[in-house]
């Protein structure tokens, strides 16, 4: 719990770090219905495309700094000589900025959802995949992280994007699932199951990374 706390509360220092990924999402969603006049009447169209990128775009940007400022000030080192569980100082981490940044996204994404389609089962639905979805890119987008951590975050980005691809392929296939009335539940407990490999195996992949940066 000391561990939970105090990355909440260096996140909570860093305002931009957890505000601008979600000042992002809310921007994107606003615009969305903006740039298609012609279409005001069938927003729900191409309304979940864009919300699912969002996020991907949002968990991206959050993550950008997720590592770098601990790597140049030498906390990263001290935190590994101190602790053996590095990699679960790790997933702590990644709980905090999904906490502070995936939820309220996923709050967001029901609230946008509900004022686009007006189908609150829909927009309920939406909750569970924006939870889910926030938390995998999170994980992936904090790997690239650790890959680029001395190289630039655009090239961790550009490394790990291939890998959330099937995440957005997934997430467009259950909103059409619960469209044509097919049971969407079978999409959820695929995104569970990909998301308890990777909650597993990154913070250990990540900690074995930031450990070869060091060395």
């Known amino acids: 719990m000391n561990e939970l706390k105090l990355e909440y509360l ?8 957890w505000l601008g990924p979600i000042l992002v999402f809310w921007l994107i969603m606003l615009a969305f219905p903006l740039t298609v006049e012609f279409m005001q009447d069938k927003l729900e169209i191409g309304f979940f495309s864009v919300l699912w990128i969002a996020i991907l775009i949002s968990m991206m940007l959050a993550t950008e700094d997720i590592f770098i400022e601990d790597y140049n000030d030498g906390s990263l080192e001290q935190t590994i ?4 569980s590095f990699q679960f100082l790790i997933s702590i981490r990644i709980i905090v900025y999904w906490l502070m940044i995936g939820v309220p996204i996923s709050i967001l994404s029901f609230i946008f959802s509900l004022g686009t389609s007006e189908d609150l089962l829909l927009s309920i639905s939406v909750i569970p995949l924006s939870i889910i979805s926030s938390y995998i890119f999170l994980n992936l987008f904090a790997l690239g992280s650790a890959l680029s951590l001395n190289k630039g975050s655009l090239l961790g980005a550009l490394i790990t ?3 959330a691809l099937p995440v957005l392929i997934v997430l467009g296939k259950s909103i059409i699932a619960f469209q044509l009335g097919i049971n969407y539940l079978e999409f959820i407990l695929l995104l569970l199951g990909c998301l308890s490999i990777i909650i597993i195996a990154v913070p250990i992949i990540v900690s074995f990374i930031i450990k070869a940066h060091l060395e």
Do not use: A, D, H, Q
């Open 81 to 84: 000589i101190k602790n053996t």
């Open 161 to 163: 994007m291939p890998l």
């Open 10 to 17: 260096k996140l909570k220092k860093k305002t931009r770090s």
